[in-house]
């Protein structure tokens, strides 16, 4: 009873033996096989590296035959300029040196140009809103005339036709100055004294400064017509020339031993040789 514990000890030690000798089997396989995989990898690396020396030895080689054709070149161009090496050198360093003044200039040029298009589009931008402007003040000016004009009077003259609008006040003389449908001529007339105006001669013989009436005298075709008691604003109509065309004579002031005013004519009514005023 007592030896088999004895005998089973010695397959203990057996087993155990068994064991690590199948893991050290197990670790030098496994070691096997990494050293093929890392043996593969230095060699395809040494390939890669032999496969760079190749492609560097050429280039250098290349390099080498390009640096001689350009000496061959260099030394032909010299031969045939007179210049050596030295000299050729110097003048690719000048040319150089000048392709990057004129880089440098032509961008400075290039900014310049900028800089003076955005002034330029600033310029006409201030110009589109000046001119803007000027549009809005011609419309209100074209509103200011039209409002004036529909203000100014048209009546019977004192022959009984019916004239045209009637200045009453200087603004109103000159938009009538400025419609062009007839001639204007002002004028300024003192007591006792003829004056031409047009192309008829006035003369002055009574003003009422204080009625606003005046009387004077229309020198025309060598006829005298008097125009006696009429009132400040009033048309006074005659006719005159050889085509008989009508004019017409309003006073706008009234004062003592004065008046002012302005004859209108037709347009096609001839021109004085020395008006008086227009």
């Known amino acids: 009873m007592s030896e088999t ?41 040494e390939t890669q590296v032999a496969t760079a020396q190749q492609q560097n030895a050429k280039l250098a080689r290349a390099l080498d035959e390009t640096n001689a054709q ?7 161009l010299g031969h045939s300029l007179g210049l050596t090496q030295k000299q050729l050198e110097d003048r690719a360093a000048d040319l150089l040196r000048r392709q990057q003044a004129d880089s440098k200039r032509l961008e400075g040029e290039q900014q310049a140009a ?18 803007g402007g000027v549009k809005t003040d011609l419309t209100a000016t ?13 009546m ?6 019916q004239s045209g609008l009637i200045a009453t006040n200087g603004k109103e003389l000159e938009i009538l100055k400025h419609m062009g449908d007839r001639n204007i001529y002002q004028f300024t007339l003192n007591k006792g004294r003829k004056q031409a105006v047009a192309t008829v ?13 005046f009387t004077l005298v229309v020198y025309s075709d060598d006829k005298e017509v008097q125009k006696k008691d009429r009132n400040l604003d009033e048309p006074i109509q005659f006719y005159t ?8 004579l309003v006073v706008n002031n009234v004062a ?9 004519t037709p347009k096609n009514a001839p021109v004085p040789v020395t008006p008086s005023g227009n």
């Not at 350009?70 to 032909?76: A, H």
């Not at 074209?142 to 048209?154: G, P, R």
């Open 156 to 161: 019977k003259g004192d022959l009984g036709l």
């Open 256 to 264: 003592k031993n004065q008046v002012t005013g302005y004859i209108a």
């Open 142 to 154: 074209k509103t200011e005339l039209q409002n004036a004009e529909a203000a100014m009077q048209s």
């Open 114 to 131: 900028q800089k003076q298009l955005s002034s330029v589009s600033s310029d006409v931008s201030g110009v589109k809103t000046d001119v």
């Open 5 to 45: 514990p004895e005998a089973q000890e010695p397959r203990s030690y057996s087993g155990l033996l068994i064991g690590l000798l199948g893991v050290a089997v197990v670790c030098a396989l496994a070691g096997l096989i990494w050293s093929y995989s890392l043996a593969g990898r230095l060699t395809n690396a």
């Open 241 to 248: 020339g050889k085509d008989h065309l009508l004019y017409e």
């Open 70 to 76: 350009l000496r061959v070149t260099s030394e032909t």
């Open 201 to 213: 001669a006035l003369e002055l013989k009574k003003s009422d400064e204080r009625h606003s009436k």
